[in-house]
């Protein structure tokens, strides 16, 4: 059986080396951003919607009233607020008319002079997509497959180090097979370059 020689390139020093892993990089990147992307759609569907929460006695400031403040309720996702009561919060709980009030989903603004020497208290109610186990176990895969970046630094220190002991190699070789240095024979002078 005959072998033939295989076509090596000659001058690349592990460069097939860096481009494979640089491909590598890429492609795992390009998969964790497919998932981070997919987890993200899966997440938003799976929420509980019309999850509801009465909150009673939530407390506002005129300052805040006067330029108008978003309930607390407005900070969950998809939040609807509905203010079922506003009272003053010093004259002894007199029920403020919703005349006197605007109330657009979770933004309440005191819209007339009256009552505008008190704080108010709110009462409202709010729907929101809530959490759920799914969407939990969503999060805590979508956090792991993103955290695989964290790794690419490592492979390309890994793999520039691999190219540079090749070429380290490659020199070495280079120089002993120059006849530039003793190889360790032992016979005849040693010397280079005598005549």
Not at 19 to 29: A, C, D, K, N, T
């Amino acid at each position: 059986m005959r072998f033939r020689n295989l076509k090596q390139d000659e001058g690349v020093a592990g460069l097939t080396i860096l481009l494979s892993l640089v491909v590598m990089l890429f492609i795992i990147g390009l998969i964790v951003m497919i998932f981070s992307l997919m987890s993200s759609e899966l997440r938003d569907a799976t929420y509980t919607s019309g999850t509801i929460v009465t909150v009673g006695e939530e407390a506002l400031t005129q300052v805040e009233l006067i330029a108008g403040t978003e309930l607390d309720g407005s900070a969950q996702r998809d939040a609807v607020c509905t203010v079922t009561a506003i009272v003053n919060g010093t004259a002894g709980g007199i029920l403020i008319d919703a005349g006197n009030y605007t109330a657009t989903s979770c933004l309440v603004v005191n819209s007339t002079a009256s009552y505008s020497t008190s704080d108010w208290i709110v009462n409202y109610t709010y729907t929101w997509s809530a959490d759920n186990t799914a969407t939990d176990v969503i999060n805590e895969t979508s956090d792991a497959i993103s955290d695989v970046v964290d790794w690419f630094s490592i492979f390309i220190v890994i793999g520039a180090m691999v190219v540079l002991i090749l070429l380290t190699v490659i020199i070495i070789t280079a120089i002993r097979g120059s006849g530039m240095i003793q190889t360790g024979s032992t016979q005849g002078s040693g010397n280079v370059g005598s005549a």
